[in-house]
């Protein structure tokens, strides 16, 4: 039987041979060419969604598309302050409700359309609809006819498809109606989710998602690869102040931030906003000046579940609070890279006041002659809330810790539940102890770190308030600050809602978190700022 | 032989819709609220989330969800993940990937597995043997996170003989992590051979060719290797089945984007169109693999008939 041993051998080989040759056609990679001396690298983790203003808003996704557009505003990187920078020449109000936003001539999107009042109208409206299921439409939620754009049911219509609340008045003018006064709003257009779309988006919008077509210092010439990344080049007609310096960055995607960190030690790759955890103690004097460390606008609370009895007294609340050694956990798990809150606001935006929260000191005795008054059970355990895969649990076990040793109450670490599990077991009141809470600003603004966490129209599964405080004195005073005139107004309006929260102690301030980063001896002039971004287009390339 | 083939190629069928379904009953019985988990700590606009419910079928029994993607399946349409992308386009941009690096270690693991194999064997308890056998149980204990670390900071970063990560170097960028995937296997490849060729040395057949006076490597090629390599292509075979589901640690380490990363980003995510997309495909490649390896059974062996 020779033939059959002969026939079988071809079949094997032959049948193999076809799979790897049609899986391969194609499995060919461009390469990366940084001949010219123009060009510099960024690490930035997988985008979790497509490169759409509208749908993007984590830090990676929005990291490439801060360097593709240009917003009505920019942010001052030394002062966290709106400037108009942007494309915006004025935003102006008298009643705090009906902005006029006027738009500078002259800006351009990558493809040649203009930027206009419609790039901006028809952006925000088809972020609002429903139906297209864009990841940031509640940022238009202040709008009026916003609730026309959401549909009654899944798969249904809205009774509207443009916000009643947004007008073009002219080419270069166009008027926003807010349903309630908001004196912060020219501030809080910086922000991706207001960034213009040109007429080509709405032709395609998936394979804009890949290739934008913006109109800030960079452009994009080549779609984005997941897995791999993109490389953008200077725009030539960009209408701002301060155009690329470079002539291409390419954003390189890493899965593992160590091999990042291995590739940046190596000289391949130039620069990283953020460092794997055990570089951190070594970082500084390996990179000396080539190390960077800036304020970051974010806060780590602990949060209490206000609906729980046993944490329905805030001087319980207070006495968890004071118990805690902040600067100590700081120091001991993360190498002090965590400076201690001592507001509920952050330190990069106005109106911080350092020291404001009194129970966010260590007072051991104060703390336990508080738990004794409020007849709080100490021999029952408490459970330690947080998600599970995130680097949480060192520090949560030092808090749980700290928490047996000045107040004598147990713990029980709760850290087991991915995101997918945490979340909607927090919106559903499930918390049967103090978790973590943490928030990252959308704009800086004092309002943005008060109102989305502990309003009661930010009460879950709406918003993000889920310690489930609810007072309306907080609310009102609130609305105050929104409502008033002059900025110095809001900032004491905002003060007081603070006040209110102190005394109430929702969740015990933490932690504010610094930005670390490194970069190789190929670039220089490297910000990042209070958003963890990097000024793509101010950085220079010296070698 | 052909019509072996057909009928086993033919049994794929079943055996890939009961996998599909399985896949994809594993993927709805994960606790958890994906979309949820899309928002973040910001959740999305109620109206949003129901939108994207809708859109993937989320809120319908498992079964009609089932029904759903195979109807889709069957008009081509292999669905999208969370991000609107297609997972022909994923499957697409990231099996490449995954085929050079598994072809390079496959490369190693068969060459250098084999000769290694075959020097120890055909003198046991030699020098050569003992070389073998140490280093492979050094190979095999050490895990193979640790291997990666360790060669990319030694041959990547401190030596430069390698790219630390990326593709960029076409295939010469899957020459150091291709070595690392296959470490493992190499090592028992070669333990594998040493230890059938070294109990072929001693069998009637090899020591009748020594009889007849045939040169020693004829009696070693022909005869010893020969009927020994069954069970390391046997071996070999289920490892390439293996290597085609991506290697998470080896592509994570390395950066390279295939497709590893690419289920177990879509297992994360709870995107049940990409993991039971993906997963469908890897079982066909082993089943496909496995059918390669029994055909070349007979090859090898001229009692092995399969008509």
């Known amino acids: ?543 | 032989m052909g019509r072996y083939v057909a009928r086993r190629l033919l049994l794929t069928i079943p055996v890939l819709i009961g996998a599909s379904f399985l896949i994809f009953a594993m993927v709805y019985a994960l606790p958890g609220d994906p979309i949820r988990a899309l928002g973040g700590d910001r959740p999305l606009a109620p109206a949003v989330v129901a939108q994207l419910r809708d859109e993937y079928n989320l809120d319908d029994p498992l079964v009609v969800q089932y029904a759903k993607y195979v109807g889709d399946l069957l008009q081509g349409d292999f669905g999208t993940d969370f991000r609107g992308r297609e997972v022909l386009d994923t499957i697409e941009q990231r099996l490449p990937v995954t085929i050079q690096l598994a072809v390079v270690a496959i490369l190693f693991e068969a060459v250098i597995g084999i000769i290694a194999g075959v020097l120890a064997g055909i003198r046991r308890n030699g020098f050569l043997d003992n070389v073998v056998l140490v280093s492979s149980t050094i190979v095999v204990s050490v895990p193979i996170l640790v291997l990666a670390f360790v060669a990319q900071f030694v041959f990547g970063l401190q030596l430069g003989w390698f790219p630390i990560s990326g593709i960029g170097e076409g295939w010469y960028s899957f020459v150091l992590p291709g070595l690392v995937l296959a470490a493992g296997s190499l090592a028992y490849v070669a333990r594998l051979t040493r230890t059938s060729v070294a109990e072929n040395m001693r069998a009637d057949y090899v020591r009748t060719a020594k009889a007849k006076g045939l040169p020693r490597r004829t009696v070693i090629v022909r005869h010893t290797l020969r009927n020994s390599l069954i069970p390391v292509v046997t071996f070999i075979g289920a490892d390439i089945g293996t290597l085609m589901g991506g290697a998470i640690v080896t592509e994570s380490v390395f950066n390279l984007p295939g497709i590893g990363r690419a289920i177990f980003d879509a297992v994360r995510a709870q995107e049940g169109a990409v993991v039971v997309g993906i997963v469908t495909l890897m079982v066909f490649f082993f089943i496909f693999f496995n059918l390669v390896v029994d055909v070349l059974y007979a090859v090898l062996d001229p009692r092995i008939r399969y008509d």
């Not at chain 1, 970082?283 to 806060?299: K, V």
């Not at chain 1, 810790?401 to 539940?417: A, F, P």
């Not at chain 1, 969740?507 to 490194?518: D, E, I, M, T």
């Open chain 1, 1 to 543: 039987m020779k033939l059959s041993k002969r026939t079988a051998a071809l079949i094997a080989t032959g049948l193999s041979g076809v799979m790897v040759l049609s899986a391969c056609g194609g499995g060919d990679d461009e390469g990366s060419s940084s001949a010219d001396g123009g060009s510099f690298s960024i690490y930035i983790g997988e985008p979790e969604n497509p490169l759409m203003p509208g749908n993007t808003n984590e830090t990676e996704g929005g990291q490439v598309l801060d360097s593709l557009f240009t917003g009505l505003v920019q942010y001052d990187p030394e002062t966290n302050e709106a400037a108009f920078t942007g494309v915006a020449e004025s935003i102006e109000s008298d009643d705090q409700t009906t902005w006029t936003v006027k738009l500078n001539d002259g800006w351009t999107f990558h493809d040649g359309s203009p930027v206009n009042a419609q790039s901006f109208v028809d952006a925000w409206n088809y972020t609002a609809y429903s139906p297209n299921a864009q990841g940031n439409s509640y940022f238009f939620a202040n709008i009026v006819g916003y609730g026309d754009l959401q549909a009654p049911e899944a798969g249904g219509d809205p009774v509207a498809t443009e916000m009643s609340g947004l007008r073009v008045v002219d080419d270069l003018t166009f008027e926003v109606t807010l349903s309630s006064p908001y004196a912060q709003w020219p501030t809080t257009v910086g922000y991706t989710a207001f960034f213009p779309l040109p007429p080509a988006f709405f032709d395609d919008p998936a394979a804009f998602g890949e290739q934008p077509i913006g109109n800030g210092p960079f452009q994009a010439v080549e779609p984005f690869v997941p897995g791999q990344g993109v490389t953008l080049t200077r725009y030539e007609d960009f209408a701002g102040d301060e155009p690329a310096k470079a002539e291409s960055v390419e954003y390189r995607v890493y899965v593992e931030q160590d091999t990042a960190y291995t590739d940046l030690q190596g000289g391949s790759l130039d620069i990283m906003d953020t460092l794997p955890p055990d570089a951190i103690a070594s970082a500084e004097s390996e990179f000396g000046d080539r190390y960077i460390e800036t304020a970051q606008g974010d806060i780590t609370s602990l949060g209490f579940p206000t609906y729980d009895q046993r944490f329905a007294d805030p001087n319980v609340r207070k006495a968890f609070s004071m118990a805690i050694d902040r600067q100590a956990i700081s120091d001991a798990i993360f190498n002090g890279t965590r400076t201690p809150a001592t507001s509920f606001i952050s330190p990069v935006v106005p109106g911080y006041r350092e020291g404001a929260c009194e129970a966010c000191e260590l007072n051991v005795e104060e703390a336990n002659s508080l738990l004794d008054a409020a007849g709080f059970d100490r021999s029952q355990p408490v459970d330690l809330w947080f998600n599970a895969g995130a680097g949480h649990d060192a520090w949560m076990e030092a808090v749980g810790n700290q928490l047996r040793e000045n107040l004598g109450v147990e713990y029980q670490l709760r850290g087991d539940l991915p995101q997918a599990e945490f979340l909607p077991l927090k919106d559903a009141k499930g918390m049967t102890g103090p978790f973590r809470d943490a928030w990252i600003m959308d704009y800086p603004v004092a309002e943005n770190f008060l109102g989305p966490l502990y309003s009661s129209v930010a009460l879950p599964p709406a918003g993000s308030n889920y310690t489930f405080y609810s007072n309306p004195q907080f609310d009102q005073l609130l609305q105050q600050g929104n409502a008033a005139a002059s900025d110095d107004e809001a900032v004491a309006a905002y003060q007081a809602a603070e006040d209110v929260l102190i005394a109430d102690l929702p969740s015990a301030p933490l932690f504010y978190r610094l930005n670390q980063g490194a970069h190789s001896e190929n670039v220089d002039n490297v910000i990042i700022d209070a958003f963890g971004r990097i000024d793509a287009a101010a950085v220079e390339v010296v070698s």
